[in-house]
């Protein structure tokens, strides 16, 4: 399995921003939405759209779609018992690895339960 140079950090909950949901399909409901140190990911009924723009390149913005049938596995880790630093996420999909970062801010029980309801 190839390890994608591919890892997105999610900083805390939020709400779509107008411009995200042109990115959706008619049929598609938003789920979840989290803020990225870079900009948004949302977690729709079908997939999760993460996109990039790089505050100093604001004219460069990449933009990452992955269906949830693609995904075949996904593990979580907490990082720390006394201190809370957040959590590490993997997504086994069929093109490799990738990774998700959650900030202490994000509850991980709450966000394991979103991965439970959405990837089948």
Known sequence: M???????????????PENAIKLLRPDEDIVAVYKTTKDIAIFTDKRLIVRDAPPLAPKKVETYVLPYRAIQMW?????????DFGADVALWTQVGRMKINLKKEIDLQ???????????
């Open 110 to 120: 709450k966000f394991e339960a979103l991965l439970s309801d959405l990837i089948v």
């Open 2 to 16: 190839i390890d994608l140079a591919v890892a997105w950090t999610f900083t805390k909950e939020t709400y779509a």
């Open 75 to 83: 593990s979580t880790e907490k990082n720390g018992t006394i201190l």
